[in-house]
């Protein structure tokens, strides 16, 4: 097909594609051949060594990248825009007049598509004005979807005469099919073919997926082992600064003088690479015993005097009032099994240390398999999900994607992901300005080595920046990049606007054209020309996403997918920049300027379809990534969490890389937040969760997943059980047994072990092909990716006792580039109907049914025989935000323990666990969903003061001694035991105090409502809506705590404030009362006072969030006014009575 030739810098291209047959169950072949001849990236699946060659399509009948269809039923012809190259350059444009492409054509294209519409692929021109990145010779290789590092001879010249430029990879590959350039048409000189071999000859070989039957070229290695011909003597000699390897004496310096003690004359002892095996990663550092076995003995105590007090109870009725008794002992006794409950996982607290130092030694050294000292970390792909762009600033989202591409880690293993749930242009322009900035922030953290690495919260710091900072260009540097950084929050927050007065221009001048065609027509119009209020692209085009006037296929619930790379994937060379100048801000001369990948995805949404809301989002990235870059671990992250030590990704990798990490699942990092009012009134921090119920988790079977900051190995995400196992049996699971679910070998039949034929290992395995498209879907790339990523996921086999390790240096290779039929094949994959028939949400990735995912997604590992790991860095390794208004506080409150109750009703109740999880780990888990049902004997219990003091009657007959006794030993143990979770968890009194206060608050007021919609739920079906958190802009102008102040009306703060009107009612009653009584009862009016003033003191931030600001008069002053008026007039009316009753009142 030949291309068409127009005066535009993007040509189209005419593709045929074939229907291969119709029917029910036949599997559409595709066949993209464009009319580009660029060798080695082309769409043609003909090609051997494209990464989807003979691969059959992911959708069956689903139609790419069209923009004009034919009227055969068995072939469709579309267009794809294809920019100018020097091999398919127009006809007005001679060949060396082509500008070099500033990036690569996938960064530079939107593809997007969906079910029942064509994928497109739309060219969007760069921006004029951005900063072009330059490496070697100002030039990038010119093959149509690569945009690597040009391969120079060694007279500096490119490969061939005519000066095209292209890559080492490209070229080798051109040589693989005929041996002729790409822009003359010409065969390659020998000699160049020749030199090229001798530095790649004592490279180690690549596998390709063929080697597992699946037809995808992918970057593993295929053995330790070199060719047959490998020539060890050259291959020691080419490799310049690493000779000497495997030899049995070591030139230090490459001179030979010089030599350690006890080592040769001139030389020093060769390196013991076996050595760096041995030190581990990580270690678990056990709390103090002097510390944990008190802790233990006055759990044991406590627990005794518990049940010697109800049994007291039980026995020593109250006849007087049965009622109030016997509510109040039911009460007593929930409350002793809630804290049972609570209490026994945190028998076993532990603490965990990295070493960072032997992870760059392991993993980043020069090594015999890495001579070049490449990094062999696995990739990370970093998961970022927003849906509304209102609630959720694209500031903040920005901040946190420019914290992940500056983190230290290397940036060819590391992929950014951003799911815009929402579909909207303002995020996806603000991702492209985000895009843009990066490069300059990023080399400038790299290189001055800023922390933390959020631009927002770097230069919002109060301490001295010039601390520890030792360049002289730093302070005029650091002052350009600051300017270039309140440029870039100006355009931000300019984007709204911009985008409403283009789309406005935009839509007047279609409407002007409308009116211009009826006219010419001859149509007479009687009422104005309707057009489509369109939101329009800055290149003059529709966006695919949503509309806010709300159109047809461009709603919030009705959208195409999309699919952006905003930075393509770096090559694996360092490219270092150029100094300062007009167009850059600082000197890189000595910084690695790459950029990780950055891709923009908004999955498809149909009408009819359930798209599982926040679960479903993380899945369309899973799979989008898993074409994409096949990370073999992921870590997510909520917008406003963004990456506060640069060394977080490290340490986490530690516990997943260190004897023992393959049955790891997650590491999950504590939630730490910013922008909390000093006093935490409503205990935004949650330091009795993170740092006292997580570490205590972390002793047994690891921490429960709490939705951010949570690394994955994406093996488990995928469902697939650990290699090993241990089922727990007998009684209280003190009988355990071994299981091993891995098979020994990988891709030799002849080698496997056979097992018994059932449906749990068949699932367990990664490798039954069968299995896989039934569970992952239809997407052969999709399927073909999983146990790359499980390869890749493994241990090095130099660890000892690993049997199923992977080589060292097996992942110190480039990764492929993409091409737009990869791209077409992850827009197939977030389309709405992919998931049907599958066992995505159920099984696979985040799990659906609760409001809650995260908690029900770990506990499906746990189940499974995974572990976890609590990792708490000495300094925060995320930071995010935290509603601090009450009413937010009290919603967010309430979405968590709604999940609760609905895990509680489910099969997901730890009751139903399987013998894989321990004990005590099923008890922490049960607690989990059992936590929201105390708030219903917590109301009772809170009202109970108030009845005693109304009635005049007690919970008991008297104050006697055996109820003090029992009173106060069970008090001064719950001091003590809080005095020692202080104490071997790190949190101070204060904050374990507010946890207190806002349990009360939290369970008079959101769990009951919680309790209240989870029956509703199970019972009558009602399905249960929430809306986002919103997150906090930061702005300088207002008040940072403004938010606190704010009183917003909520039906949950009904209950609180009758609670503490009542108590306060009662307690003035009862001090009347026994005051004119002739005979007082000082015993239960101090009884009841006592239990009423403890209600009101755990209440006492709810009043105070209530009142608003101090110095204003909020409209709730005015009911509390109101209310202390009718108290008082009570109050009056029971001390002076009308005359004739005061007899009948008294006795009341």
């Not at 464009?34 to 080695?40: E, L, M, N, V």
């Not at 895009?435 to 919002?460: D, L």
């Not at 919970?955 to 071997?984: D, M, Y």
Request: aromatic share 10%; hydrophobic share 35%.
């Amino acid at each position: 097909m030949a291309a068409q030739r127009t005066s535009s810098l993007v040509s189209p291209a005419t593709i045929t594609i074939s229907s291969g047959g119709k029917g029910e169950g036949v599997t559409n072949r595709r066949s993209m051949g464009p009319s580009s001849p660029a060798t080695g990236r082309s769409f043609s699946t003909t090609n051997p060594t494209s990464p989807i060659s003979g691969k059959l399509s992911s959708g069956g009948g689903r139609r790419y990248s069209t923009a004009e269809e034919a009227e055969s039923t068995e072939f469709v012809r579309y267009t794809v825009q294809i920019p100018a190259t020097p091999d398919h350059h127009l006809s007005s444009v001679a060949p060396e007049s082509v500008p070099f492409p500033e990036r690569s054509y996938i960064s530079g294209t939107l593809f997007t598509g969906g079910f029942n519409c064509i994928t497109r692929g739309h060219v969007i021109n760069s921006s004029a004005d951005s900063p072009r990145v330059l490496n070697h010779a100002g030039v990038l290789c010119r093959t149509i979807g690569c945009d690597g590092e040009p391969f120079f001879d060694r007279s500096k010249q490119p490969p061939c005469e005519c000066g095209f430029t292209i890559c080492k990879d490209c070229y080798l590959e051109c040589n693989s099919n005929g041996g002729k350039c790409p822009g003359c048409k010409e065969p390659y000189r020998l000699s160049e073919e020749e030199d090229l071999e001798s530095e790649t000859e004592g490279c180690l070989p690549l596998t390709s997926m063929a080697d597992f039957g699946m037809g995808r070229r992918l970057s593993m290695m295929k053995s330790v082992k070199g060719p047959a011909d490998f020539d060890h003597n050259r291959w020691l000699f080419e490799t310049k600064g690493t000779y000497g390897y495997g030899n049995a004496v070591w030139p230090k310096d490459g001179n030979g003088d010089g030599g350690g003690a006890g080592g040769f004359k001139g030389f020093e002892e060769p390196p013991n690479f076996s050595a760096r095996n041995r030190r581990p990663l990580t270690r678990k550092v056990c709390v103090s015993q002097a510390i944990i076995s008190p802790y233990r003995l006055l759990i044991v105590i406590r627990l005794v005097a518990l049940g010697f007090f109800l049994a007291w109870r039980i026995r020593h009725p109250n006849n007087d009032a049965i009622w109030l008794w016997a509510m109040s002992i039911t009460c007593e006794l929930w409350f002793a099994f809630s804290w049972l409950l609570d209490q026994l996982p945190k028998l076993c607290p532990v603490n965990r240390a990295t070493d960072l130092s032997v992870l760059k030694e392991r993993f980043e050294s020069p090594s015999l398999r890495n001579p070049k000292g490449r990094s062999d970390l696995p990739g990370i792909d970093v998961f970022v999900s927003t849906a509304d762009p209102e609630k959720e600033p694209p500031l903040v989202t920005a901040n946190t994607v420019l914290s992940i591409l500056a983190v230290n880690y290397p940036v060819e293993k590391l992929a950014c992901y951003v799911s815009d749930d929402g579909g909207s242009l303002l995020t996806f322009e603000a991702l492209a300005e985000t895009a843009s900035f990066a490069k300059v922030w990023v080399p400038f953290c790299r290189k001055h080595e800023i922390e933390p690495r959020n631009p927002e919260a770097y230069f919002s710091q109060t301490r001295d920046f010039l601390k520890n900072k030792v360049r002289h260009d730093f302070v005029r540097e650091r002052r350009r990049v600051k300017r270039e950084y309140d440029e870039f929050k100006v355009r931000i927050n300019s984007l709204p606007d911009s985008i409403r007065r283009r789309s406005d221009a935009y839509n007047a001048h279609e409407e002007l054209r409308a009116k211009k065609k009826h006219e010419e027509m001859g149509e007479r119009l009687t009422e104005p020309v309707k057009v489509p209020k369109a939101i329009w692209m800055s290149d003059g085009s529709h966006w695919p996403g949503t509309w806010s006037s709300a159109e047809t296929e461009h709603s919030r619930g009705d959208h195409a997918g999309i699919i952006q790379a905003m930075l393509a994937p770096p090559n694996s060379e360092p490219l270092t920049g150029t100094e300062a100048n007009e167009n850059g801000l600082i000197n890189t001369t000595t910084v690695d300027i790459r950029l990780p990948m950055l891709v923009y995805v908004s999955r498809e949404k149909r009408p009819g379809y359930d798209h599982n809301k926040k679960a479903g989002a993380m899945n369309a990235l899973v799979r989008t990534s898993a074409i994409m870059s096949n990370g073999p671990f992921i870590l997510n992250l909520d917008c406003d969490h963004y990456i506060y030590n640069s060394q977080a990704m490290r340490e986490g990798m530690c516990f997943m890389l260190d004897s023992g990490g393959d049955r790891v699942c997650f590491v999950q990092f504590p939630q730490r937040f910013e922008g909390i009012d000093p006093n935490d009134r409503y205990a935004n921090h949650n330091l009795v969760f993170f740092d006292v119920t997580m570490r205590a988790m972390d002793g047994l079977q690891g921490p429960m997943y709490v939705g951010t900051g949570c690394i994955f190995r994406r093996t488990a995400l995928y469902g697939f059980s650990p290699p090993r196992a241990t089922e727990h049996r007998g009684w209280l699971g003190r009988r355990k047994i071994k299981l091993f679910l891995r098979k020994p070998t990988m891709g030799k039949k002849t080698d496997r072990v056979e097992a018994e034929n059932n449906e749990e290992e068949e699932d367990d395995d990664i490798e039954s092909s069968s299995l896989l498209p039934k569970k992952f879907g239809n997407s052969a790339i999709l399927t073909a990716s999983i146990p790359v990523a499980e390869y890749q996921g493994r241990l090095l086999q130099d660890l000892s006792g690993v049997h199923q390790g992977r080589p060292a240096g097996s992942l110190a290779v480039p990764r492929e580039p993409l091409d737009a039929s990869t791209v077409a094949e992850a827009i197939s994959v977030i389309s709405c109907f992919y998931e049907e028939k599958t066992e995505w949400g159920r099984r696979v990735g985040w799990i659906y049914g609760s409001v809650t995912e995260d908690v029900v997604t770990g506990y499906r590992m746990h189940n499974r025989g995974w572990r976890s790991v609590y990792c708490v860095t000495k300094k925060d390794a995320f930071r995010g935000t935290a509603p601090i208004n009450l009413t937010d506080r009290l919603h967010q409150v309430l979405r968590w323990a709604t999940g609760s109750v609905e895990i509680f009703f489910s099969r997901n109740n730890a009751l139903f666990a399987s013998r894989r999880m321990k004990l005590l780990q099923r008890v922490s888990y049960f607690n989990a969903g059992m936590y929201p049902f105390t708030s219903i004997f917590l109301l009772v219990y809170c009202i109970l003061p108030a009845v005693s003091l109304f009635s005049g009657q007690f919970i008991v007959k008297s104050l006697n001694v055996p109820f003090l006794i029992f009173l106060l030993v069970i008090t001064i143990t719950l001091c003590l035991l809080a005095l020692l979770e202080i104490k071997w968890s790190g949190i101070t009194l204060h904050e374990w105090w507010r946890n207190e206060q806002f349990w009360v608050i939290g369970g008079t007021s959101a769990h009951p409502a919680a309790v209240l919609q989870g029956l509703l739920k199970v019972i009558a079906g009602v399905d249960i809506s929430f809306t986002l958190t919103t997150k906090p802009a930061s702005d300088e102008n207002d008040d940072e705590f403004a938010e606190l102040y704010l009183v917003k009306w909520s039906f949950l703060m009904v209950p609180p404030i009758t609670i503490m009107m009542v108590n306060m009612i009662a307690i003035a009653v009862g001090f009347v009362r026994t005051v004119y009584s002739e005979f007082p009862r000082w015993s239960k009016l101090l009884g009841g006072s006592f239990f009423s003033f403890w209600v009101l003191c755990h209440l006492y931030p709810f009043a105070k969030g209530l009142m608003g600001r101090r110095g204003k008069m909020p409209t709730i002053v005015f009911v509390w006014s109101g209310l202390i008026s009718i108290v008082l007039s009570l109050m009056w009316v029971y001390i002076s009575p009308p005359a004739g009753g005061k007899n009948e009142y008294m006795n009341f």
